[in-house]
């Protein structure tokens, strides 16, 4: 039995509350037209389009406001006031989406830079599509732009860079090859998941001083043969061929940056961001999740 029916006993469970989804609310938001069948080609189509409409931020976090997980509050805030997120709210929106749609899904936590010390925190997802199962992982920021079969050994190129997943004895490893071979993004096994767990992570993410996530700002945005990144103060924009463009970002441009990046911001979000920019608060870490 795959390991997405095996789970679905945990996430068809009203505590995941998909009822509440307003598919068609969703579907506007993606740009994506309506899904006939759980295909692996409308997966895929899903999948890119979820990453390229809605960014990857953790502005709420920077304000010092509460991550709620609920889908009613996720969805109030992607869907109905076009924000963006990080990997919680958007893998549980994005789970919810599919499971509406007749996927097998599994949620699954994943430990981020695997080969060095830290907690699981980074959330992705399992799915099932005619018979083969996927990585889906819309929530890692400019990282995986289309599902990946889960099958030991696999390549995919993710927006123009070669990713590959391998299955060994401590579970599965995402990795991405650089210039000096392969670099392990993050590892996950079969282990099932409940609710309260990623309530535990979202917790420490989003308030341990620890967290890359705390203090300072972290937006991803991916697209085909473009990666960009705000990491603190600094803008990375990377491409296939090779080429990495870095810009510091002062606080009098941050507004401006930041709708470039597809954020829709309130003029007090934005002067509450300046100022921690301003005061050195926004310091360039490397992202759990």
Known sequence: MSTAR????????????IATLDLDAYLKRIDHPPVAAPT?????????????????DNVD???????????????????????????????????????????????????????????????MLIVEAEGTEYLADVGFGAGVLRPMP???GVESEQAGWPHRLEHGDVGWTLSRRNDDGWTALHRFDD????????EV????????????????????????????RLLGAELTVEYTDGRVDRTPITPDRLGITLSELGLNLADDEISALEKALGNGAARIATPLS
């Not at 095996?6 to 509350?17: H, K, L, Q, V, Y």
């Not at 949620?107 to 959330?123: F, Q």
């Not at 308030?207 to 991916?222: A, D, E, K, Y």
Request: hydrophobic share 40%; with cysteine.
């Open 150 to 152: 889960l099958r030991d």
């Open 40 to 56: 692996a080609a409308a997966l895929s189509s899903l999948h890119e389009a979820h990453v390229r409409a809605i960014p990857f």
């Open 191 to 198: 282990t099932p998941q409940w609710p309260v767990d990623f």
């Open 201 to 228: 992570a979202n917790q420490y993410v989003s308030t341990h001083p620890r967290s890359p996530f705390t203090g300072r700002l972290v937006i991803f945005r991916l697209d085909p043969g473009i990666a960009r």
């Open 61 to 123: 976090v920077v304000l010092g406001r509460r991550i709620r997980l609920g889908l009613d509050a996720i969805s109030d805030k992607i869907l109905r006031r076009q924000r963006g997120g990080y990997c919680y709210e958007h893998a549980l929106l994005f789970a919810a989406v599919l499971q509406r749609l007749g996927y097998p899904v599994a949620r699954r936590l994943a430990r981020v830079r695997p080969d060095t010390p830290g907690a699981r925190t980074h959330m």
């Open 6 to 17: 095996t789970a679905s006993r945990w996430n068809d469970a009203d505590d995941w509350g």
